[in-house]
């Protein structure tokens, strides 16, 4: 006879399975030692029919409980990859969802490696502002030059009112004033990508408990 659980009972029971079988295998006892002139096993000072009785029920009862475990946690597995969830950026199926979630947090099996976006936002922000510092540091140093070149056509203390030899440091500096190139308008690359980001992991881990607590499995 089956049973019929919410995904959330059968989450909470998976992880006390875990500590349960854990503490079990633990604190059994499979193997002893025993005197021919003794009734008493060695370690556990039990008869030695009682610790036959003890180490087979102990194995049974772990058994049972990792068999317990695998039913649960297949049944999760299967109504993750079949249950649905909306976001504002798509349908996933719960178990998508939970893999991407996992990935965005790089807690999954790369350890962040797989963070494609992260990694996307970063090489933007850090490019960009190595870039833009790059300019101000040559323009800077041009307009130091500039002043120079003025300084000595004019002098220090000399007014001059023709103004064509200060044309040429104006071309001067036209001609080497260093630009930054941004085709993808770098600042609102990050804007979206911090919006998108932020949206997605919210209403995944929203959807996510939603579904879990909403949706029943069925325990063979």
């Given at each position: 006879?089956?049973?019929?659980?919410?995904?959330?009972?059968?989450?909470?029971?998976?992880?006390?399975?875990?500590?349960?079988?854990?503490?079990?295998?633990?604190?059994?006892?499979?193997?002893?030692?025993?005197?021919?002139?003794?009734?008493?096993?060695?370690?556990?000072?039990?008869?030695?029919?009682?610790?036959?009785?003890?180490?087979?029920?102990?194995?049974?009862?772990?058994?049972?409980?990792i068999e317990r475990f695998q039913k649960i946690?297949?049944?999760?597995?299967?109504?993750?990859?079949?249950?649905?969830?909306?976001?504002?950026?798509?349908?996933?199926?719960?178990?998508?969802?939970?893999?991407?979630?996992?990935?965005?947090?790089?807690?999954?099996?790369?350890?962040?490696?797989?963070?494609?976006?992260?990694?996307?936002?970063?090489?933007?922000?850090?490019?960009?502002?190595?870039?833009?510092?790059?300019?101000?540091?040559?323009?800077?140093?041009?307009?130091?030059?500039?002043?120079?070149?003025?300084?000595?056509?004019?002098?220090?203390?000399?007014?001059?009112?023709?103004?064509?030899?200060?044309?040429?440091?104006?071309?001067?500096?036209?001609?080497?004033?260093?630009?930054?190139i941004d085709p993808l308008d770098v600042k609102?690359?990050?804007?979206?990508?911090?919006?998108?980001?932020?949206?997605?992991?919210?209403?995944?881990?929203?959807?996510?408990?939603?579904?879990?607590?909403?949706?029943?499995?069925?325990?063979?």
């Amino acid at each position: 006879m089956s049973e019929k659980m919410l995904v959330t009972q059968a989450l909470d029971e998976r992880d006390l399975l875990v500590k349960k079988i854990t503490d079990k295998i633990a604190k059994a006892s499979f193997v002893d030692t025993i005197k021919l002139n003794e009734d008493k096993v060695f370690a556990k000072r039990i008869e030695k029919t009682e610790y036959v009785k003890e180490a087979e029920a102990a194995y049974q009862q772990i058994g049972d409980l990792i068999e317990r475990f695998q039913k649960i946690d297949a049944a999760i597995v299967e109504s993750n990859a079949k249950t649905k969830i909306k976001t504002s950026y798509g349908t996933f199926t719960v178990a998508g969802a939970i893999s991407l979630r996992s990935r965005l947090r790089g807690i999954d099996s790369y350890e962040g490696e797989a963070d494609f976006e992260g990694k996307l936002r970063e090489k933007l922000s850090d490019e960009y502002n190595e870039r833009v510092r790059f300019c101000d540091m040559k323009n800077s140093q041009l307009q130091a030059t500039a002043e120079n070149m003025r300084l000595s056509i004019l002098g220090r203390d000399t007014k001059v009112k023709d103004d064509k030899p200060l044309g040429v440091v104006d071309a001067y500096v036209k001609e080497n004033t260093t630009e930054l190139i941004d085709p993808l308008d770098v600042k609102k690359k990050l804007e979206a990508l911090d919006e998108k980001r932020n949206i997605l992991l919210k209403e995944l881990d929203t959807q996510i408990k939603v579904s879990n607590a909403t949706t029943f499995i069925e325990i063979a």
